[in-house]
């Protein structure tokens, strides 16, 4: 089952996911069902994950990112070169990890007079 996510959401989990390191990678042998195993065991551990994968053409890596999100039921935050960030509440843990809410818009003087 695919969460659908705000924009806000997104951008929430894609800064989460800055930091995060890849913790599965699809090698030369392209999506097996060792690595899409490998993919579900750490979404189930972790809810929102880096993947690397190791191809040159761009359409393939599409394709396996549609792939997994289509067996997995997860949803994809963020393809970027040759990695994809994927997230996916866990419902058997006991506290859900907390979207948090992208970082407030300051405004300028200009913008703020305009307010007023």
């Known amino acids: 089952m695919k969460t659908q996510l705000s924009s ?7 800064a989460q996911a800055h ?3 890849p913790v599965v990678m699809i090698g030369n042998n392209g999506l097996t069902p060792a690595v899409v195993r490998e993919i579900d065991i750490n ?3 972790h809810e929102l994950i880096k993947v690397k994968a190791n191809s040159d053409v761009r359409e393939e890596r599409l394709g396996w990112l549609a ?3 289509e067996k ?4 994809p935050i963020a393809h970027v ?5 994927l997230w996916r509440l866990n419902p058997d843990k006991k506290e859900p990890a907390p979207i948090i809410r992208a970082r407030p818009v300051k405004l300028n003087k200009k913008q703020s007079a305009a307010k007023l």
Do not use: N, P, Y
């Not at 997995?72 to 949803?75: D, I, K």
């Open 67 to 69: 792939e997994v999100c």
């Open 43 to 45: 979404l189930k551990a």
């Open 8 to 14: 806000i959401q997104r951008q929430a989990l894609k």
């Open 72 to 75: 997995l039921g997860c949803t």
């Open 81 to 85: 070169g040759k990695q994809f960030v």
């Open 19 to 21: 930091d995060l390191s």
